[in-house]
């Protein structure tokens, strides 16, 4: 297996990052199951008990960059631990809307700086110079991940919903 990048969370798990691919659907699928309600909430910013079909489709099916952050094993294979997506935003050249998502159990740690500085290498070679990202406003740790990929050039709060828009570096 070819990772994109390889580091040690803060209590001393060894992880890696690759492209998402088609095998890894059934395993991300079933590790939604895993997250807390609360995790499920703020990624979605609502209720979510489970993945509908349309959000499938948008997670595996859709045009864009996917990378997971894996525990890699030797003997069996890597398990997933999180996922970063950049989905390109219709009508809008070279931006893309990013997401992220770790375990209950790593968050916290470092996964999610790993997976978005993987992801943000990848747009970088796939032309995307934005990133753009909706969030609770009260939900600081994507915006402090968002913000980190590059310069911020929006970021706006209305309704407790934050917006905002990065230019990569």
């Given amino acids: 297996m070819t990772y994109l990048s390889e580091g ?3 209590h001393g798990l060894r992880v890696a990052v690759r492209p998402m691919s088609p095998d890894d659907r059934a395993e991300l699928q079933a590790g939604f199951q895993q997250l807390s309600e609360d995790t499920k909430y703020r990624r979605f910013m609502c209720s979510k008990p489970r993945l509908t079909s349309a959000d499938a489709h948008l997670l595996f099916d859709c045009e864009g960059l996917a990378v997971v952050l894996v525990w890699p094993r030797t003997s069996c294979d890597d398990v997933v631990l999180g996922i970063a997506h ?3 935003v219709p009508g809008q050249p070279g931006t893309a809307e990013f997401c992220v998502v ?7 740690r470092g996964a999610g700086h790993l997976l978005t500085d993987a992801l943000v290498q990848q747009a970088r070679l796939e032309g995307i110079e934005y990133l753009t990202g909706y969030m609770f406003a009260s939900n600081k740790a994507p915006a402090r991940l968002l913000a980190g990929a590059g310069e911020v050039i929006e970021d706006r709060i209305e309704a407790g919903a934050r917006e905002m828009k990065v230019r990569i570096s």
Avoid: F, K
Avoid at 102 to 108: N, T
């Fill in 102 to 108: 770790v375990a209950d159990e790593i968050q916290g």
């Fill in 8 to 10: 040690v969370l803060s």
């Fill in 86 to 88: 950049a989905i390109p």
